[in-house]
């Protein structure tokens, strides 16, 4: 006598279970150090505290003050300036040097290894070098150059020398991706393009260009939130917000306003909160912008 096979609904559940125990410790811990943090800020946005005297509920005092503060609002106003004075140069130049790269010249395997090293080293580490390639009097750049620039106290070249370590700094992370993106598309394509008698400008525009689109989407995504939340090398060039405040990003201010000057763990969550959100539209417009335009179709 034969078996009887348990029911569908009763094999899906048995599936279904095996599939939560497989999944658990990724739940686990997306919601340990993903969730739990987000409602730890949103229940201090709520509160002032400087860790040392009892933590007292005020409500939205904070979201208020926050808001209608001009030193937040310049915060804002910098990081808007940095992010949009790295990300067009930084994937410029990572796609540029992807498709020197990707040519097979002589040598191409040590640019390779060298874009990356700076990508791979503590950002931290690098603004210290920096900082001292960037002195005014005994800096390396003012020798080579014989000039006598005031690089990260200059409040007229504080941002552009800022933005430009964060560009040197990141430019081999675009590229490797870039380069990825380029091995990926079919030698087929081009090699088509090419007996219809495109040029190699054309099919770089029309045939590879179009092609990396879900490589240029993943590269604009994840640059964007790294400038947004760019922290480390900025604080090491030029700490406590720049020279009259010209580098005092978002992420830098979070930090100030929560362990130095007033201590208020309040107000750096609500800060922490808007970047939050900033992040999330950005990163939404940018979904919407490309979800039409790219194909990850290469076949």
């Known amino acids: 006598m034969s078996a009887v096979r348990p029911p569908r609904s009763r094999g899906r559940m048995r599936h279904g279970r095996t599939a939560t125990f497989l999944l658990a ?4 811990g997306l919601a340990v150090f993903l969730l739990l943090p987000i409602v730890v800020v949103i229940w201090l946005s709520l509160n002032r505290w400087d860790l040392l005297a009892p933590m007292r509920f005020v409500g939205l005092a904070n979201y208020a003050d926050v808001l209608t503060d001009p030193t937040f609002g310049n915060s804002m106003l910098r990081t808007v300036i940095f992010v949009l004075s790295v990300i067009p140069l930084q994937t410029a130049l990572g796609l540029f040097l992807a498709v020197l790269l990707s ?4 040598g191409s395997t040590v640019f390779r290894v060298i874009y990356v090293i700076p990508w791979i080293c503590a950002p931290l580490a690098l603004g210290v070098v920096w900082k001292w390639i960037l002195a005014p009097y005994d800096g390396a750049l003012n020798n080579l150059l014989g000039l006598d620039v005031e690089w990260l106290s200059d409040p007229v070249w504080a941002m552009p020398a800022v933005a430009g370590v964060t560009i040197w700094s990141q430019v081999g992370y675009t590229t490797l991706f870039f380069l990825a993106g ?6 087929t394509l081009v ?3 090419q ?6 400008w054309q099919t770089f525009w029309q045939i590879k260009v179009p092609l990396l689109g879900p490589t240029l989407f993943f590269v604009l995504v994840t640059g964007v939130i790294s400038a947004f939340q760019a922290f480390d090398q900025i604080y090491a060039l030029t700490p406590n917000g720049g020279p009259e405040g010209t580098t005092d990003v978002i992420a830098s201010r979070i930090y100030l306003e929560a362990f130095q000057g007033g201590f208020n763990l309040g107000r750096a969550s609500v800060m922490a909160l808007v970047l939050f959100v900033i992040l999330v539209v950005v ?9 039409s335009r790219i194909t990850y179709d290469l076949s």
């Open 195 to 200: 007996l219809d008698g495109a040029s190699d």
């Open 103 to 106: 040519r097979g010249l002589p």
């Open 25 to 28: 410790p990724s739940l686990l």
């Open 191 to 193: 090699e088509a393009a």
């Open 283 to 291: 990163t939404l417009v940018q979904q919407r912008f490309f979800s």
């Open 182 to 187: 380029l091995a990926a598309i079919p030698d």
